[in-house]
């Protein structure tokens, strides 16, 4: 299996502009989360979705962010207008549900700066 | 709201010792618990995962430890290798499989 798998590794862009992070997990996991990484806050949860449905978006830090699950295969996170304090390490993570385990499977990150 | 720690913050051995990580946390209401290994500027990876029902769990030179009420868990890396040097991360998993991350150990194992 190819593992997780996001795009763009890294994004630079400038403050004010739209930025979309996109996941594509595990075939067969039904769960997919998205955590953000900065030195200051160490890694922290967003929101995460079950079977393509958001169940907990308290993580989510402003209006500002927001995010997608359109089918099993894809989501996206999206950040619109972005501001210098978003910039950080993303990660999307999943899981399959059902297994028992709960496993969670990270994908390599997308490192964003907004200058 | 749960709260990880980890001691100690970094630690440096020379080749062949063994480590040993410490992880508390404060809400014993877990399903599960996870170690991960993250490498400089790269992902997480998952070393170990332990059921609230368990008590340890082993993978080659690595175990886990969970004492689920007293909110700690243990991971032990025997005879170490430079290889190891990464930082450890410790997540406590709640309902809904939300993992909450302590802030890591930092390992150096000197050849």
């Known amino acids: 299996d190819a593992g997780v798998i996001q795009s763009p590794r890294h994004e630079v862009t400038?403050?004010?502009q739209e930025v979309t992070l996109r996941c594509k997990p595990i075939s067969g996991h039904n769960s997919l989360f998205w955590y953000r990484q900065t030195m200051m806050r160490g890694l922290e949860l967003l929101i995460y979705f079950n079977n393509n449905v958001p169940i907990d978006d308290s993580g989510m830090p402003e209006d500002r962010f927001s995010a997608k699950m359109p089918n099993a295969s894809f989501s996206t996170l999206k950040i619109q207008?972005?501001?210098p304090r978003d910039s950080a390490v993303y990660f999307c993570a999943s899981s399959h549900r059902d297994s028992g385990s709960y496993e969670q499977y990270f994908g390599p990150g997308t490192r964003l700066t907004v200058t | 709201k749960q709260e990880v720690t980890q001691i100690p913050a970094a630690l440096s051995v020379p080749e062949g010792e063994n480590l040993v990580l410490?992880?508390?946390?404060?809400?014993?209401?877990i399903y599960n618990l996870q170690w991960f290994r993250q490498d400089p500027g790269k992902g997480l990876t998952s070393l170990l995962l332990i059921q609230s029902s368990q008590r340890e769990q082993t993978s080659g030179r690595l175990n886990a430890s969970l004492d689920k009420s007293s909110g700690r868990s243990t991971l032990y890396i025997a005879a170490?290798?430079?290889g190891d040097s990464a930082t450890y991360l410790c997540a406590p998993g709640a309902a809904g499989n939300k993992l909450?991350?302590?802030g890591g150990t930092r390992v150096l194992v000197k050849p």
Do not use: K, L, V
């Open chain 1, 14 to 16: 400038e403050m004010g």
């Open chain 1, 81 to 83: 207008p972005s501001e």
């Open chain 2, 22 to 29: 410490n992880c508390s946390f404060t809400d014993s209401a």
């Open chain 2, 80 to 82: 170490s290798q430079p």
């Open chain 2, 100 to 102: 909450t991350f302590g």
